[in-house]
C-alpha cells in the first residue's frame, strides 16, 4: 500500500480521491508522497522514499524544488485550481479601494448616537470613484491574470496587458479585445489600476521598484495578489509617501505594511475559499496518484511534464520511469541498461538540467541496471 504524508490541513475533499491502494500516514520516512499547503519544507530532510511532493496551490516558494530535484524527487504544484478565488479577491479589493470601504466602514463604527445624522454630514470625506471607464493594467496573464482582465472588462473597465511569457494556452483564456503591450514602460504610465500576477521567483524579486513607480500614472492603486518579493519596499515606502502611489493593496502583509496610510493589507486570504481549497487538494492528490502508478509527469515545477496515460500491463510487462541529467549518450546509455527488453512505447522529455524518460516494455527489467547509469538520477519500475 502506498502510503501519503500530510503537511497543513489538506481538504477532505481532496484525500477522498486516493484510492484503497493508499493510506494517509502521520510518519514521513515511510510516505511516498506528501500533500502539503503552506508548511515550509525548506529544511527538512527527505526519505529515500519519498518520490513526490505535491502542493495545493501555485506558489512552491516553501518547497527546496532544486534540492529535490537533485534526489529525484518530483514536486508538483496545482495551477489555476485557487484562479477564481483569487481573481474574486482582486476585484474586491478594487472596489474597496475605488470607494475607500475600509476607511468608512471603520469611520461608521465609531458612530454611537445620532448615527443618520452623523453619516450625512461625515460620508462626503469617503467619496469615491467608480471603476466604469478606469485603465486597468495587468502585469502577468497567467491563468489568474487572465480571469481578472475578463471580469474587469466586463465592469466596463478598459484593460491593458503585459506578460512577455504569455503562452498559447493562457491567451485562448484571455479575451481578444485585450490588447497587450510589449514592455512595462508602455503599460505604466496608462493606468489607473495596476495588478501584478507573475510567480515569486530569483528573476522577479524586486521587480517593481523605483524606476517602475517613477513611470506610474499619478495617484494610481497598485495591487499585489502574488508575493511581496515582488516589490521592492524601501522604494515602495517612497512611492506611498510622495503621493506619487496613491494606494497599495497587498494580499502578504509584513510588519512595516501594518498601520501604514495609504495601505490596504488583506491577511493572505486570496486562495482561502472552501471551494479553491477542495480543487487544489483534488488536483494534488491526482497528480501524485498519476506520478506513482503511471509515473506521468503533469505540472511538475522541477522535471520536464510528459505522460503516456495509464500503464494497465496489457501488451506491456512493466513501465520503466528514468530521470536523468541532460547528455547527449544519455538515451543510449538508458537503452543498454534496459537489455533485450522490447520497448511497446515510450516517451522522453527534456528541461532545464533534466530529462524524464518513459518506457513501456514487454519484458520485466531491473530497476537497479538502470539505476547505475551514469548521469541517472533516479529510476523506477511499474509493474
Known sequence: M????TLNKISPVGLARFTDKYSITED????????????SMLEMDFSANLLAIARAGAGTNNIPSAKCAERGIAVFNTPGSNANAVKELVIAAMFLAARNLPD?????????????????????????????????????????????GNAAEKLGMSVIGYDPFLTVQAAHK????????????????????????????????????????????KGVCFLNFSRDTLVNQTDLFEAIDSGALGKYVTDFPVDALVGRKGVLCIPHLGASTEEAEDASAVMAADQVMDYIENGNMVNSVNYPNCSMGRFNSGAAKCRACVISKNAADMPAKVAG????????????????????????????????????????VAARVIR
Open 2 to 5: 502506498h502510503k501519503i504524508a
Open 28 to 39: 514521513l520516512e515511510a510516505a511516498e508522497g506528501v500533500l502539503v499547503r503552506s508548511h
Open 104 to 148: 468608512a466602514i471603520a469611520w461608521a463604527g465609531t458612530l454611537t448616537t445620532g448615527v443618520a445624522g452623523e453619516v450625512e454630514k461625515g460620508k462626503g470625506k469617503f467619496a469615491g470613484n467608480e471603476l466604469k471607464g478606469k485603465t486597468l493594467g495587468l502585469i502577468g496573464l497567467g491563468a489568474i491574470g487572465a480571469l481578472v
Open 174 to 217: 484571455l479575451s481578444d479585445s485585450i490588447p497587450m503591450v510589449s514592455s512595462l514602460g508602455e503599460l505604466l504610465p496608462v493606468c489607473d489600476y495596476l495588478s501584478i500576477h507573475v510567480p515569486g521567483m530569483d528573476s522577479t524579486k524586486g521587480m517593481i521598484g523605483k524606476d517602475q513607480f517613477a513611470q506610474m500614472k
Open 337 to 376: 541498461a534496459l537489455g533485450n527488453a522490447p520497448v511497446t512505447a515510450s516517451a522522453s522529455a527534456s528541461r532545464g538540467d533534466y530529462t524524464y524518460s518513459m518506457f513501456d516494455l514487454g519484458a520485466d527489467v531491473d530497476c537497479a541496471n538502470l539505476s547505475k547509469v551514469d548521469g541517472v
